[in-house]
């Protein structure tokens, strides 16, 4: 389609030929570009929409790149990217080789620092305009970040610092009220009182920081905000702007459900309305077994509780809010105090369930060693989005979990083959006297006849899935299931199939009776190869003294693996059912 501006921006230069009174025609066209790509290739639609107008501002106002510019977390980015050279290729956005759902160094100069995980972004532009100082570079620096995202702990380190320098640096704030879920917190009702409270406006916290505070106003009046922007490339020193937003703008469908539009998958452009799975007994997203499953328990033991760092939605951990209110706990984007929340709760006899993702679960590694395992406190730890999660990318496969938790004494690590593994693993979850894990991925199980009676899992224990000879194939977690595809498409491979269901502790009687009956192994999983299963099976053989055993570990290499369907992903790193199958055959 060709659009009367749009189609003939390629640069930030092309923007600021532009006049002043053309720019409200530029950002509905923008607009509508952004619908019309993200409607058919899916991707994330609200965030973005909201910004259309602060993006064409900054650009316009400030010399990008030589200004820098930094895009907290990165959803609201589209804009950006597209009005800074990637117009063309917006269309392959989180495709496999295309542009990344997020800012990224290495696809461009505009892009001066990748931002997946929120929060980030207060921190990474002071350090820049340090560096301007200190090189003797004359130019400004901005900062976009969110109201959910100013929440977390890491933005108000970097305001407390940013406050006492004299640093050319803006903060701007992107108030709209929504993270991916409704905000949540003080935090949020102080924002909403300043909008409400013009005098308080004058006199906040954001001042008491030492930051120069200028709004609320008004975050989709483009001429508005070209006034103000330029008038604040004359103030030295911490700046701070309060804009007011709406998520989805410009889709009435994605303002009236910002929840669900904030990433739709593919929907009717004109209409709104999302084109869901036409069949509706598939089997249940891993996060719907949490979610449902948790509520079963909780009402069985009034000591469960439920928590979640700002995923209720993602995680299905919302059944339980709805459920049991006073139970269920949303903190907002702060990993680190949800998991030391829990160990609060578990010195006083209580059972919480943290449900967060793998990716989210880094950001508290230090409270994990420090304040759960190193007091053996029986905290559950469910790390939804395990695993290769697609179309987001490096920033979002959650890959490293099972290595970084290998490493802390007293934690069990879980890995569900299945949804009624899982099931049973939440169930059993709550008789442990020590910190467990339990992994599960992003995506849909195997069957739709999952809400079994509840059976108690013995902690540690593999199981034999299938008799063989020659080669044993151990495995944990979700891939397990394509090997069993494959020895049931292939009956005459005839080769031993273990699921060991436990990285931690490993089931040494098992793995004894394994080694001392094959010579041939392959481990599969599909977190990182360094440190993971395979390493603890490998680690195994050494100290047991198997000698002449061929291991083959079969997982995610050292490196980080882009973005693209799970199937592309998986094809790619030979984790596919036909890539697999001929591993099989070779060895």
């Not at 030929?17 to 952004?34: F, W």
């Not at 090997?483 to 040494?508: C, G, N, R, W």
């Not at 592309?568 to 030979?574: A, D, F, S, T, V």
């Amino acid at each position: 389609m060709e659009y009367s501006f749009l189609s003939h921006i390629n640069s930030p230069d092309d923007l600021r030929k532009l006049s002043v009174n053309q720019l409200p025609i530029l950002a509905s066209e923008l607009r509508e570009y952004i619908i019309d790509i993200v409607s058919a290739k899916k991707g994330h639609l609200g965030a973005g929409l909201g910004v259309i107008e602060l993006s064409i501002a900054l650009h316009y106002i400030y010399n990008t790149p030589d200004d820098l510019l930094v895009w907290d977390v990165g959803h609201q980015a589209y804009a950006h990217k597209i009005l800074t050279g990637r117009r063309k290729a917006f269309k392959t956005n989180r495709q496999f080789g295309g542009l990344s759902g997020f800012p990224s160094r290495t696809e461009s100069e505009f892009d001066v620092f990748g931002t997946g995980h929120s929060s980030t972004s207060i921190s990474a532009i002071l350090g820049m305009a340090i560096a301007s100082q200190l090189q003797g570079k004359t130019r400004k620096h901005i900062a976009v970040i969110g109201d959910a995202s100013i929440a977390s702990g890491m933005a108000f380190e970097a305001l407390n610092h940013a406050g006492v320098t004299d640093t050319d640096i803006l903060i701007v704030l992107n108030d709209n009220e929504m993270g991916i879920d409704p905000n949540v917190g003080a935090l949020k009702d102080y924002l909403t009182s300043i909008k409400l409270d013009s005098k308080q406006a004058g006199n906040n916290i954001f001042e008491d920081l030492n930051f120069q505070y200028f709004g609320p106003m008004d975050g989709h009046n483009v001429e508005e905000l070209m006034k103000i922007l330029k008038y604040l490339k004359t103030v030295s020193g911490p700046k701070f702007l309060h804009i007011i937003t709406t998520k989805g703008k410009g889709l009435s469908s994605a303002e009236k459900d910002q929840v669900t539009y904030h990433a739709p998958g593919v929907f009717d452009k004109k209409t709104g309305i999302i084109k869901a799975d036409l069949d509706k007994d598939l089997p249940p997203k891993f996060q719907d077994v949490f979610g449902l499953t948790l509520v079963e328990l909780a009402k069985q033991n009034k000591n469960i509780i439920g928590i979640t760092p700002a995923m209720p939605t993602g995680s299905s951990l919302k059944y339980m809010l709805e459920a049991f209110p006073k139970r269920a706990f949303d903190v907002g984007i702060a990993e680190q105090h949800a998991v030391t929340l829990s160990g609060g709760l578990a010195t006083q006899g209580l059972t919480p369930y943290l449900a967060i993702y793998s990716t989210f679960l880094q950001r508290a590694v230090d409270q994990i060693i420090h304040d759960i395992a190193l007091q053996n406190l029986p905290v559950v730890f469910c790390i939804d989005r395990a695993g290769i999660v697609g179309n987001d990318g490096p920033t979002h496969h959650g890959v490293f979990d099972i290595a970084f938790l290998r490493s802390i004494p007293n934690i069990i690590i879980a890995v569900p083959k299945d949804e009624i593994d899982l099931r049973n693993l939440l169930y059993t979850a709550q008789f442990t006297k020590q910190p467990i894990a339990i992994r599960y991925p992003r995506g849909r199980g195997t069957s739709t006849d999952w809400q079994k009676d509840f059976k108690k899992t013995t902690i540690g224990k593999g199981k034999l899935l299938s008799k063989g000879k020659e080669l044993a194939v151990l495995s944990v977690g979700p891939l397990g299931n394509t090997i069993q595809t494959i020895l049931k498409k292939h009956p005459e491979l005839a080769i031993a199939h273990y699921d060991m269901a436990f990285v931690k502790p490993l089931d040494e009687v098992l793995l004894h009776k394994i080694f001392k009956n094959f010579d041939k192994f392959i481990t599969l999983e599909d977190g990182t190869i360094n440190g993971g299963f395979g390493s603890a099976i490998l680690e195994f053989s050494q100290t047991n003294n198997y000698i002449n055993k061929k291991i083959k570990v079969l997982g995610i290499p050292d490196t980080f693996i882009q973005h693209g369907s799970v199937d592309e992903l998986y094809n790619q790193l030979g984790l596919d059912e036909k890539s697999l199958y001929q591993t099989i055959l070779n060895e």
